[in-house]
């Protein structure tokens, strides 16, 4: 059985634009909440991504018409019909869960399969159904491959997540869309995609109030129509690029950015000695990378703080630096799977899973086989690739496409030495 792989020859000098994608956490929160309309919706500025692609066809599932053209998605909810969704499409992708939400607010009830998604370690929902109980919702998990979710009525409710999480904020969020009186959810998620969704819901005329701080407030309403609305630009992918331009690149300009939401990265980037212009007004940064670089610490939080997903990717970078770095993860303290990885292209880095914690040395990097272990992960792998000697085969490359629009394509542009081959 043939796969893809994706081939680096590292030490090549990037140089060029390139243009960033639409959220793909926002996008696949706000595809399960077009069913929630009752009319015709068009998002635009879609990445191009296989999670994407298997949202849009969670909804066919629901006799619902969808023409996805590029980056434009146009979905009519006129003959939806409520469907059983425990199938290997929920099972391919962690946000299927959102499906959830969607199909409770609108239908009052839903049969659908256990979500899936990148192996980053215990990641349960149970904050989701928390908040699905406290709106009136009954929950049969009796089955081991799928979740019966049903309520007579839903109503508005105090909910305290217990910790934040983006899924429960808006998986809870659209089941309270249609939920009778007003739903105050504390300790949400700030997220800029959690804005976004509340954004969205709110040109089909939803009443979210405060999205973006710990309390958020959804009064509910009877109905949904149809609007046009774009989706915000990908932080991640913005991030990402500039990992990418600052470990090889004489000078990249990142389009299509908001720079207050990679505020955390860029300045843990200035601190690295990474020479940066960012632009409020244009939406853009240009970067120049170089060789000197200083040893950091990183610590992962909810947002503002720095990035979980970017936690991989800027990893290689600090390969660079002129002394040991301190990686500590404590939103998925299980996620470094990529440091064996980095381990068979020589790089000198060790974790410690008790404390959620890798040390990184200054490290030069040999190509070598290595396997994309989560959807960062591969991106991490890309980015040591781009600076080892020698080529680099990457392999599970599907994991990378869960995430990334055409990046071998955009990494090529740059001047990279890249292609994809069957193995």
Known sequence: MTQEVIKIRGGQTLNGEVTISGAKNSAVAIIPATLLAQGQV?????????????????????????????????VDTTDIQNAPLPNNKVES??????????????????VIGLPGGCPLGPRPIDQHIKGFKALGAEIDESSETSMKIEAKELHGANIFLDMVSVGA??????????AKGQ????????????????????????????AGTSTLKINGVETLHGSEYQIIPDRIEAGTYMCIAAACGKEVTINNIVPKHVEALTVKLKELGVDIDINDDAEKATIRGHKDYKNVDIKTLVYPGFATDLQQPITPLLFMADGPSFVTETIYPARFKHVDELKNMGADIEADM??????????????????????????????????????????????IYRGYTDIVKHLKELGADIWTEQA
């Open 93 to 110: 992708l962690r946000a299927s869960y959102y499906m959830m939400g969607a199909m409770l607010g609108r239908f009052k009830k839903c």
């Open 169 to 178: 904020t808006i998986n809870i969020m659209l089941a309270a869309v249609h």
């Open 183 to 210: 739903t105050i959810i504390e300790n949400a998620a700030k997220e800029p995609e959690v804005v976004d969704v509340a954004n969205f819901l709110n040109s089909l005329g939803a009443d979210v109030k405060d």
């Open 42 to 74: 068009k998002l635009d500025g879609l990445p191009q991504i296989s999670d994407v692609e298997t949202l849009v066809s969670l909804l066919e599932d629901l006799n619902i018409k969808t023409n996805l053209d590029g980056k434009r998605l146009d």
């Open 354 to 399: 008790s404390t959620g914690t890798a040390t990184i040395k200054p490290s030069s990097l040999q190509g070598a086989d290595v396997y994309a272990s989560d959807l960062r992960a591969g991106a991490c792998l890309i980015i040591a690739g781009l600076i080892a000697e020698g080529v680099t085969t990457i392999y599970k490359v599907k994991h």
